[in-house]
T-cell receptor, first 114, second 113 residues
Framework: DTEVTQTPKHLVMGMTNKKSLKCEQH?????MYWYKQKAKKPPELMFV???????INESVPSRFSPECPNSSLLNLHLHALQPEDSALYLC?????????????FGPGTRLTVT | DAKTTQPTSMDCAEGRAANLPCNHS???????VYWYRQIHSQGPQYIIH?????ETNEMASLIITEDRKSSTLILPHATLRDTAVYYC??????????????WGLGTSLAVNP
């Protein structure tokens, strides 16, 4: 099984809402990632978790709060977002956090902030 | 800062080889070149990576020039399912031994019947 699943596929939220994005993999990978992708742009790295610990935060605003409850799950908690945060949010996993081995990406959650 | 430059778009006839170029003239000696592609409405998919030698796998071949300032991804027999955005990426050594992927802006490849 080389699949990374993400839920929900689409999310519309207001600026005062709190919501969460979920990501799951069962490949035994110990590194998991959140990326943000705007239209016609490459993905931008947001966070990296290695062995369930946050190892990289690319200066992401605190309205985005990641969580890794166990080695298979990764969440992204959203609060007080701005319309410019509307984007495709991609989750990925890999065997290691050093970007040596290939990353497996989920299909993404399309987020719209109104 | 961008480490790679790619053409914005390319066309290829089905069944022919697709050759996607990438310039990375400021690449350092220990920085690898990676290629991923993203089919519409999907997440990116790993294709291949290399340092200095040419590489081949079941999906593609990667040809890196001797001076490592450029590379070419070759899809030997393109199909309609290869229509996607192809990203040329350099893996750099960041602060604190944290490696990072610096993504290019991508080439939108259209494979035509």
């Amino acid at each position: 099984d080389t699949e990374v699943t993400q839920t929900p596929k689409h999310l519309v939220m207001g600026m005062t809402n709190k919501k969460s994005l979920k990501c799951e993999q069962h490949m035994g990978h110990r590194a998991m990632y959140w990326y943000k992708q705007k239209a016609k742009k490459p993905p931008e790295l947001m966070f990296v978790y290695s062995y369930e610990k946050l190892s990289i935060n690319e200066s992401v605003p605190s309205r985005f709060s990641p969580e890794c409850p166990n080695s298979s799950l990764l969440n992204l908690h959203l609060h007080a977002l701005q319309p410019e945060d509307s984007a495709l949010y991609l989750c990925a996993s890999s065997q290691d956090r050093g970007f040596v081995r290939e990353q497996y990406f989920g299909p993404g959650t399309r987020l719209t902030v109104t | 800062d961008a480490k790679t430059t790619q053409p914005t778009s390319m066309d290829c006839a089905e069944g022919r080889a697709a050759n996607l170029p990438c310039n990375h003239s400021t690449i350092s000696g220990n920085e690898y070149v990676y290629w991923y592609r993203q089919i519409h409405s999907q997440g990116p998919q790993y294709i291949i990576h290399g340092l200095k030698n040419n590489e081949t796998n079941e999906m593609a071949s990667l040809i890196i020039t001797e001076d490592r300032k450029s590379s070419t991804l070759i899809l030997p027999h393109a199909t309609l399912r290869d229509t996607a955005v192809y990203y040329c990426i350099v893996r750099v050594e960041g602060a604190g031994n944290n490696r990072k992927l610096i993504w290019g802006l991508g080439t939108s490849l259209a494979v035509n019947p």
